[in-house]
């Protein structure tokens, strides 16, 4: 069974800083990699999805896949108050596994 | 607009009585799954669908049934709730399962209490 693993946090981190989210996932041979955005209440967006390993950057944001270490982790820069959310990383094609998801608070 | 709709959004109903969780989708879909999400478990797929008539479990399919006869509805049905089925539902649709097609668009959720 494919598992997720983060940190639940929270993270806290000032404003204008990087904030860094970091998953596990212990399949070797998932291939697709999602991180999610949630506001309280809300249903989750999608941030960036990743599929090979190295770095893929959207803006402010970073992905990062480490298969060897099995491995993701989101790199938020210039952090803003609004990115205060919970972050959830998954895997899969069909059938998909979520982390429980990292909860992030940026300060002023 | 592209969107996922599910309803309804609140439900509060009592042990036993079937109820049934409506989700639709207006983006010519392929691929739907339907959520469960609980304080500390996060996020967990239910079921899902590839296709009209295909669907298969995900991590915690007892109690529920769906079925997926057109391509943009795939209802969740609990055919006899418990209090252990109280939880935020989400319907999800994505263009397909391949790269770059498996992104989830979720719907608003479902927020459900069985007494």
């Known amino acids: 069974q494919k598992e997720v693993e983060q940190n639940s946090g929270p993270l806290s981190v000032p404003e204008g800083a990087i904030a860094s989210l970091n998953c596990t996932y212990s399949?070797?041979?998932?291939?697709?990699f999602f991180w999610y955005r949630q506001y309280s209440g809300k249903s989750p967006e999608l941030i960036m999805s990743?599929?090979?390993?190295g770095d893929k950057e959207d803006g402010r944001f970073t992905a990062q896949l480490n298969r060897a270490s099995q491995y993701i982790s989101l790199l938020i820069r210039d952090s803003k108050l609004s990115d205060s959310a919970t972050y959830l990383c998954?895997?899969?094609?069909?059938?998909?596994?979520f982390g429980t998801g990292t909860r992030l608070l940026v300060s002023p | 607009e592209a969107q996922v709709t599910q309803n309804p959004r609140y439900l509060i109903t009592v042990t036993g009585k079937k109820l049934t969780v409506t989700c639709s989708q207006n983006?010519?879909?392929?691929?739907m799954s339907w959520y469960r999400q609980d304080p500390g478990l996060g996020l967990r797929q239910i079921y899902y669908?590839?296709?009209?008539?295909?669907?298969d479990k995900g991590d915690v399919p007892e109690g529920y049934k769906v079925s997926r006869k057109e391509k943009r509805n795939f209802p969740l049905i609990l055919e006899s709730p418990s209090p252990n089925q109280t939880s935020l539902y989400f319907c999800?649709?994505?263009?397909?399962?391949?790269?770059?097609?498996?992104?989830?668009?979720f719907g608003a959720g479902t927020r459900l209490s069985v007494l």
């Open positions: 399949d070797r041979g998932s291939q697709s």
């Open positions: 983006m010519n879909h392929e691929y």
């Open positions: 990743i599929y090979s390993n």
């Open positions: 999800a649709s994505s263009a397909g399962t391949g790269f770059s097609k498996n992104i989830q668009y």
């Open positions: 998954g895997t899969g094609f069909q059938k998909l596994v």
């Open positions: 669908s590839m296709n009209v008539e295909v669907t």
